[in-house]
């Protein structure tokens, strides 16, 4: 099992601390020093008021605050969560995790999405209903680019004809695909290394248009058919990651946080072929998280 960590930007309304130098560079260096494997940001270039006010949260960019981590980090794997690939050209994310990618000596994996939102789809002047079909050819044309010198491409939206981009992976970048669909599993069993559901109360289902994710039934149904996807392609299971999380516990920042339970539950998902877990911290102060990191990697990654 390894471990991963999302920027506090994630949780809401959270301290102003964290849109700062000081609150990055603190944040992913106690990470790493605390033994996580991960550090990610998500999201959300142009979320509405009426979404952030209802729960919603804000995010830095991902590809700038990544960029930044890579620089004052050495070892920790650098993962946006997640990006959401239809709202950019293909190219430009390429371009912009190769350069990551290149910065980092190859600590760079793409985790990517079709969001949600149709305010933010809007606002990026990006069509909602096409969002599958931009999701699908921007993993073609990522691939294609990333390897292949004068790349040509007809696009819905674009016309590439004898593209180069350089600096190109010294090795594949990996590709997360999130997303508790169907459809998201049949594209991680052809298309890509890793599979990424989101926790999903049945509540919060249809507010984010998904499918429901609650309890460990729940997981082990949608990992079956993961698995039965990546048989029918010819993949070795164990070339594909699946990150996900558990709330048994406690989170890490609370007084009454049980290690034990928790690493109860890591075993569980674990037999699932569950290969990385996200930790719940903190966003109320830059502090109170830094004191979270560290006594999760004390109770539970030092407890593996």
């Known amino acids: ?33 605390a033994g996580f494997d991960g550090i990610g940001f998500t999201d959300h270039p142009a979320p509405t008021h009426r979404w952030l006010e209802a729960g919603g949260h804000d995010a830095l960019d991902p590809f700038a605050a990544l960029a930044f981590t890579a620089a004052v980090t050495e070892r920790v794997q650098l993962i946006p969560n997640v990006v959401v690939l239809p709202y ?21 994996v793409l985790a990517v999405g079709t969001g949600y939102l149709k305010g933010e789809y809007r606002a990026l002047g990006v069509d909602f209903d096409e969002r599958n079909d931009l999701f699908d050819e921007a993993i073609e044309v990522m691939r294609g680019v990333w390897t292949t010198d004068d790349f040509s491409y007809e696009g819905r939206n674009f016309t590439a004809r004898g ?19 169907r459809l ?11 599979w990424v559901p989101f926790p999903a109360p049945r509540g919060l289902a249809a507010t984010t248009r998904t499918v429901p994710l609650e309890t460990l039934d729940d997981l082990r149904g949608m990992l079956d058919y993961l698995w039965q996807q990546v048989d029918a392609a010819g993949r070795d299971r164990a070339e594909i990651d699946v990150s996900f ?12 946080f049980n290690p034990d339970t928790h690493l109860e539950a890591l075993g569980q998902l674990a037999e699932l072929g569950v290969t990385w877990c996200a930790a719940p911290i903190p966003a109320d102060s830059l502090n109170h998280s830094l004191e979270a990191l560290q006594h999760y990697g004390e109770s539970v990654i030092q407890g593996l």
């Open 163 to 181: 593209q180069t981009a350089n600096p190109k992976p010294e090795r594949p970048i990996p590709i997360w695909i999130g997303g508790n669909s």
């Open 88 to 108: 950019r050209n293909p190219f430009l994310v390429a371009k912009s995790a190769a350069t990551i990618d290149a910065m980092s000596d190859g600590r760079f």
């Open 245 to 256: 999380m558990t709330l048994a516990g406690g989170g890490p920042g609370d007084a009454d």
């Open 1 to 33: 099992m390894k471990f991963s960590v999302t920027y506090p930007l994630a949780a809401g309304r959270c301290s102003a601390e964290f849109a700062t130098r000081q609150g990055l560079v603190a944040f992913a260096r106690a990470a790493e020093a």
């Open 184 to 194: 998201s599993r049949r594209r991680v069993s052809t298309v890509a290394d890793g």
